[in-house]
């Protein structure tokens, strides 16, 4: 019986979501304690594949279990997280249709991206950064939304990847002041390119340092050139923040 499983991790621990020959990673991790609860091999599918260091505040996942199985029993949901560790968290899983797929079912997909303007020495540090105190939030925002539509994001992707187009349609992008001094950048689109959210926010960065106008987003995309874009952000403070399916 196929399931949908949401979870939250934190991505510094791991090489990404991707399982990847002799790298701990999440998908993996997953893998292993699925198959050590039901005693054969189980796969992991997810919604998305968040890179090295990259967090997950919501992701979704498809398994095949065994249909005598019933994952939403708390013994088993106990179980599968005290193996899983402490830096991974399963939230619940869901009953769907057989050919249900996490990845390819999903229409809308949401990160943030977290900063703050001020020094706290009791800050969790890897997962905000700390920017200078006279970024421009506004010229920011003018820039994000010139990056909405359907386009192409050559200049915000990763070269050399197997996506087969990097047309995206981005549906929102904007940051907000949750607390004095606290931002986050929230973008949402259809789907995402390799290391998209960390070239939109380090491009969206120089306009806030005055590099360039919030115009100037839209030469970056015309140029189809990773070299045009920003610089790629840390990852830690980025977070998978939604996933959205027309049946959940």
């Known amino acids: 019986m196929r399931w949908f499983m949401t979870l939250a991790y934190r991505g510094a621990p791991f090489h990404g979501w991707q399982v990847q020959p002799g790298?701990?990673?999440?998908?993996?991790?997953?893998?292993?304690?699925?198959?050590?609860?039901?005693?054969?091999?189980?796969?992991?599918?997810?919604?998305?594949?968040?890179?090295?260091?990259?967090?997950?505040?919501?992701?979704v996942a498809h398994v095949d279990l065994p249909d005598e199985l019933d994952p939403r029993e708390p013994r088993f949901l106990k179980a599968l997280n005290s193996i899983a560790g402490r830096d991974i968290a399963v939230k619940e899983f869901v009953a769907v249709?057989?050919?249900?797929?996490?990845?390819?079912?999903?229409?809308?997909?949401?990160?943030?991206?977290?900063?703050?303007?001020?020094?706290?020495?009791?800050d969790p540090a890897a997962l905000s950064w700390q920017a200078p105190p006279a970024l421009d939030f506004g010229a920011m925002n003018r820039a994000a939304s010139l990056l909405l539509g359907r386009r192409d994001f050559t200049s915000f992707a990763k070269l050399h990847t197997d996506a087969k187009t990097n047309i995206c349609d981005l549906r929102s992008a904007a940051w907000t002041e949750y607390e004095p001094g606290r931002w986050y950048f929230e973008i949402r689109a259809d789907r995402f390119l390799r290391n998209m959210v960390r070239a939109v926010v380090g491009t969206l960065v120089d306009v806030g340092r005055g590099k360039m106008?919030?115009?100037?987003?839209?030469?970056?995309?015309?140029?189809?050139?990773?070299?045009?874009?920003?610089?790629?952000?840390?990852?830690?403070?980025?977070?998978?923040?939604?996933?959205?399916?027309?049946?959940?």
């Open 23 to 59: 790298e701990e990673t999440v998908q993996g991790r997953l893998e292993s304690a699925l198959s050590t609860l039901v005693r054969r091999p189980v796969a992991v599918t997810g919604a998305g594949r968040t890179d090295t260091g990259v967090n997950a505040a919501f992701m």
């Open 97 to 122: 249709a057989a050919d249900a797929h996490a990845r390819f079912d999903a229409t809308e997909r949401a990160y943030r991206y977290f900063v703050h303007t001020f020094k706290n020495p009791f």
């Open 213 to 248: 106008p919030p115009e100037g987003v839209l030469d970056v995309l015309a140029r189809m050139d990773r070299c045009a874009a920003g610089t790629s952000m840390p990852a830690t403070p980025l977070f998978l923040w939604d996933v959205r399916y027309p049946f959940l």
